[in-house]
């Protein structure tokens, strides 16, 4: 059964639509939430549907009704909002400030009863809050203030809950806290959560369903795993310079640019070594790799080229000769540490043509081991206990290249 | 835990409210028995009693504490409840900490209806202009002033809007009574600066009937806000979505602290301070912004530092009066600084 649907929704202030045309339908239990980059009109939705602004066009229902139909007082039993406006209530403590919450069921001088009483402490417990019961709401960190905010919302009784951007402002923890007690809540409690965010690794993660806002429309809606796709993401939010991995569930930065860098690696070896090389300005490619491993996904979400081969297949020639040019044309050398097995065992061969080319190969791998897999002679590699003492060799290596290119340059010029 | 160096004794009345408002309660009556036996005639509390329960014969003290001290210092008690309340109804609607009552322009309106009255030529001939006109004419700019506010708070969609438009108000009313000061007499000038600065001096019961009851119902009404005031105290988008009607709540707030403000003014003139400074006395003392409390709570203290400040007024320079703006900043401001120095958390 719907319990909000909106039909043919126009919203926005003052005559001035914002966000046109919105066909919603939240369902019971149902955990949703509007993605979309800041100013699309998220926040502009939630308060109409919320009931705190009137629609420009259509309509939304509550339960089968019309929302601006509804008496307020019916309307604060069935459903709860958490807004993004920072509060300073005055000297006020935690539990008062959560009983306010009961004003739809209190008498007309506000007297709480036994039950408010009681629902009080449930719905501070519900947050996890009940040790802040005592404490004052200002003197509260932002995430104990969120929660405390959702208590209030809660002991209204509400079968909807609306939240605007309920993890804004929040750290990490706080962020996971939140998201974790709304899907509970809809979960054991059968509330229907609407929610705005702009994190799209949390939507993601945590959501049912979403729907994408953008340019004054709603640009798709649906399960997160089949809607955000890495190209809709990048759309939604008009990324240019990261990209968006769905498996991964997060956004990389790209960068790239600088020098040359070509991984040697595979198994997950070269996730972490990706990164700190992107964040170093390096431009990457790496090989082979099996199109089911981690750093497949990484590289590419970090724009790296990605010499692969199809998911438990052994690596084929052409793909061997790839990475022998790609590595050619990189700069430098690196060895991630990649295990070596009967799959990807080519990629020994591409070790010993690099060596043959009189390339220096910077390894995170420990001597003994490299010794063993490619043989005695360790003239051509520099091993580096740590991605730190890897970077700096890397750093030291490349000023010297820079300083020899200049001269060069200089000599040229002055012949 | 919250004011540091309290004695573990005001921290349990601090839990207990009804404790505190008995005790401003007591307060309350000892400040009324201070301002009716203390002045230029001492008046014994035996002689009191005698006079109050009708014993006795004290033709003179009868007509001191009957005709002059009892219906001053009952309009002190009144009139300093009303601006209290005022003040803190407006603190909570504009969730502005340093709003008084007279933000909205309703003593502005009163003070240039009363400086056309005595610093032009239109009370010409009449000899000295009368009390009662010039009570007259308070009202009748307080009054208009707050009509004028009302149509306005009913127009703009913010409070803040209505705060600014309250302020701008007063600057022009304030504009045209430089004016008039500019090109009044010497000595008419002395006296309106001195109605400027409030006193409630010559009091008498005639207007003591007016003041008690109207203050009384609406200090009432307000009482009776006291639950969707709480909800304001998230703002306006909770409170709504909590089913406070809020169109309603802003035009019954601004109406009864306006009319609250109008009816001191007139009887008194603008007295300062009070109405800023009682609410926060009260939320610092009983350490809460929860209204149920808090609006008993400014009416007593409101009404005992009024009553306190009115007597310290009459008498540290007897004969002579001080204006009681004055006394209540010079007094009042150093408390509410060291009470706000004292606390952690932010009002």
Known sequence: MSVIQTQELAVGYGGRTVVGDINLEALKGQFICLLGPNGSGKSTIIRTLSGLLRPLGGCVYLKGEHLNAIEPRELAKTMAVVLTERLSPGLIKVFDLVAMGRYPYTDFFGRLTGKDREKTREALGLVDAGRLADRYFNELSDGEKQKVLMARALVQEPEVLILDEPTSHLDLKHRLEVMAILRRLTQEKGITVILSLHEVDMALKSCELVILVKDGKILASGAPEEILSDERVAELYDIDCANFSNCLGGIELRNGGGAGVFVLAGGGSGALVYRLLNKQGFSLSTGVISENDIDYHVGRALGATVISEKPFEEISKSALNRAVFAGAQAAYILDAGFPLGTQNRRNLDLVKQILAQGRTIYSLRHPREARFLFGEDQDQWVFCPTTGVLLSNLKREEGRRQSKKAATSAAAAMG | ?347
Request: hydrophobic content about 55%; proline content about 4%; charged content about 10%.
């Open chain 2, 1 to 347: 835990m919250v004011q540091r160096g309290l004695s573990g004794f005001s921290r349990k009345m601090r839990r207990n409210p009804s404790y505190l408002l008995s005790l401003f309660g007591l307060l309350l009556v000892i400040s009324l028995v201070l301002s009716i036996t203390l002045g230029s005639v001492s008046i014994p509390l035996k002689d009191l009693c005698q006079v109050l329960f009708g014993q006795g014969n004290h033709a003179v003290d009868k007509t001191v504490i009957l005709d002059i001290r009892l219906p001053r210092a009952l309009a002190a008690v009144f009139g300093g409840a009303a601006l209290a309340v005022s003040g803190l109804l407006l603190q909570i609607f504009f969730r502005n900490p340093i709003v008084d009552p007279y933000v909205l322009g309703v003593s502005s309106g009163a003070t240039l209806v009363v400086a056309l009255l005595m610093l032009t030529g239109f009370s010409l001939g009449m000899g000295s202009v009368s009390p009662f006109l010039v009570t007259l004419a308070a009202l009748i700019g307080a009054l208009a002033v707050v009509a004028l506010v009302m149509a306005i708070a009913q127009r703009v969609k913010s409070a803040v809007t209505l705060l600014v438009i309250g302020l701008m108000i007063g600057y022009l009313c304030s504009a045209v009574v430089n004016i008039l000061m500019t090109f009044a007499e010497k000595e008419n000038l002395h006296n309106f600066i001195l109605w400027t600065l409030g006193s409630f001096s010559g009091f008498d019961w005639g207007e003591v009937e007016i003041l008690a009851p109207a203050g009384g119902v609406l200090l009432a009404a307000a009482y009776l806000l006291s639950k969707p005031l709480n909800a304001l105290l998230l703002g306006e988008d909770y409170a709504q979505s909590m089913g406070v009607n809020i169109k309603k709540l802003r035009i019954s707030t601004v109406l009864i602290s306006s009319a609250l403000t109008a009816l001191v003014t007139a009887f008194a003139g603008p007295v300062a301070f009070i109405g800023l400074a009682s609410p926060h006395l009260a939320r610092l003392i009983l350490g809460t912004s929860d209204n149920k409390i808090l609006i008993p709570a400014s009416i007593l203290l409101g009404a005992t530092v009024t009553a306190l400040c009115d007597l310290l007024a009459r008498i540290s320079f007897s004969p002579i009066e001080l204006p009681i703006s004055a006394i209540t900043s010079l007094l009042g401001a150093p408390i509410v600084i060291s009470l706000l120095m004292k606390r952690r958390t932010s009002l």
